[in-house]
């Protein structure tokens, strides 16, 4: 039977003056078939751990190990602005002119969702993310937020939406999901659909050779690779083209840009990358190990941030020459006819994007 969405109000407190839905059962719903609930009391509880706010359903059931207090929001944000810096303020790679839906996978702080929203008043953009954060008050209203665990499978309709966009999902995803994750999107895309992806792969080492693994940034880490098996698979970055082709795929390609930690080069472009991403490294290099490494790893609160703190000294020492590699490609869904084929620039050519950000060479 037809079942319209029905708005559950107040999700949010006073962040929030648009709704926040809860998707459920978890099997396939026909199109204007889905059914929301409010969100769960356990979506929203949060615990404390050495004074920043860890979402208690994500660290109990091993979904997500980082924080959701204001500063991680924060950091969220700086991430999606260096994000449009890298990608010359291109939202969307993939040529799709006038898109009528697009899902962001483990939206955040919702920023993408937002500018795509306002960029594409017409299309239909729903956020989803296991944790409802504060949000803005003059949200797009062509934008759903949603809450779920992506680690389940998607209540979605097949052949739904025009591109899906999956950012940083690798803290997320379980180890063993991943390729039912990928199908899941699959399934979701409408033939010709497309989707953008971003991971990384955090195995830092420098462009000269000169970082050892005795330097604080390669035990960093190590550490932090240790610390999230078996739960997560951080080098799911690297095998991107090839479960993506696994799932059915066509088009995949990838490539590889440097992304500086700092601004020790001399290119003009990429020192303002590095410039700005600075800030953001030092954030992420106490917010994603705090707790797996004084949880898992047994690591004390000191030891950890003497770590950091050594860490971000080589991060901004510009003769360490530290840098991402930015691995970028197109992913299409099968079409009934060839998806014309172009150069892998950013220029709107017949493939899309699909970026996993790593910290290797």
Known sequence: MDRPIRKVTGLLDAHAPRPVYERFPRRELPVNDFQTVPVDETYRDVILHHNREYQRYAVEHGVYFSPVDDDEIEYLQYIHGLFDLMFERRLIFPPIPQPRRIL???????????????????????????????????????????????????????????????????????????????????????????????????????????????????????????????????????????????????????????????????????HTIGEASRTIVHRMLSSLCAYPFTQVLGMSQTDVQLLVAQARSEADNPAFKVANQVVAGSRATLLMFRQRTGSMAMRGSGLGIEACLEMDT
């Open 104 to 270: 962001d996978c483990g939206s955040g702080s919702a920023s993408w969702a937002i500018d795509v929203a306002e960029q594409h008043p017409e299309c239909e953009v729903i956020g989803l993310d296991i944790y409802p954060y504060p949000m803005p008050e003059d949200l797009p209203a062509n934008l759903e937020l949603q809450i779920d665990d992506l680690n389940s499978p998607s209540t979605f309709p097949s052949n739904h939406f025009d591109l899906v966009h999956s950012r940083l999902m690798s803290g997320g995803i379980h180890a063993n999901r991943w390729m039912n994750y990928l199908t899941d999107v699959f399934r979701i895309l409408r033939p010709g659909g497309w989707c953008q992806m971003v991971e990384i792969y955090f195995n830092a080492q420098s462009d000269n050779g000169t970082l050892t693994p005795n330097h604080a940034l390669q035990v960093w880490s190590q550490s932090y690779i240790q610390s999230v098996q078996p739960y997560k698979d951080p080098r799911a970055a690297l095998r991107l083209q090839q479960m993506l082709t696994e799932v059915g795929f066509v088009e995949v390609e990838t490539r590889l840009v440097t992304l500086p930690l700092c601004g020790w080069s001399n290119d003009p472009r990429d």
